[in-house]
């Protein structure tokens, strides 16, 4: 947000008004006790330091204005005060559009919670598993507007809640981008010593050509499916070692769901034959 003097156009409520920049461009502003006493032709003074959402886009705006005259006042307030607690905690700013739909889903989120309405979501055990630091985030978003509004979400609408922070992440800019990713590849090792027993010692050359197999995905994934050979050679791992077929297949989805690029065929020959070589090392070297 711009340090500056703004010109009140309408106050929606205390906390919402719309002003108007010195080459007429109108905003919305949000923020505790804003609008409390503004008239049309004030002067709003606005500072990088105020705990304020600025928003430019048309769109976005028009949206915010029919949100605002459905939901409660107080209710929406603390929707924006959680939000605020996620980006302060991420050290980011949210674009105007993932600042809308967040705010949407939570105030839906509060709304279905009031009316009662069961909310199921089949994927919450893998939200879970995949962005564990956005879950993390989510909960601790559900917890405070428990303690604002009384209202307590059911977990399935926290999974939901981390997906939209997820999304909104990763729209945020390069840098959480380069970070999300090391986090990927980390969450795939992790997954990998779980689920085959391998120690993921670096010192060894299989180990290391593993991560940098996984790195490579991570990083810049092939979504070409290559050709029949290929497809033969997956098939022929599949049967002769499905433990490193299946957890490869896995590691593969948790990329793409964390990147939300497409990997092939190709992608994942080569993650199963560097993860096959790992488990017949260690197997190999077992006291």
Known sequence: MKDGTYRVVKALNNNVLIAKTDIDQEVIFIGKGIGFGKKAGHDYQASKSDKVYMLIDQDEQDRYKALVTEDNEERLLAVHEAIARIESEMAIRLPDSALFALTQHLALALQRTTDGTDIQNPFLLETKWLYRDSYRLAEQAVHFLMKETGLSLPEAEIGFVTLHIQSAL?????????????DVLERCLFYIEEKTGASLDERSGTVRRLISQISQIVHEPDPDDGENIVTDAILNLKQSDGLCYTVSRNV???????????????????LMLALHSVMNHQQLTKP
């Open 170 to 182: 990763r729209d945020s800019g390069p840098e959480y981008s380069n970070r999300n990713l090391e």
């Open 252 to 270: 593969i989805r948790m990329i793409e769901k964390g990147t939300g690029k497409q990997a092939g065929d190709k992608d994942a020959l080569h």
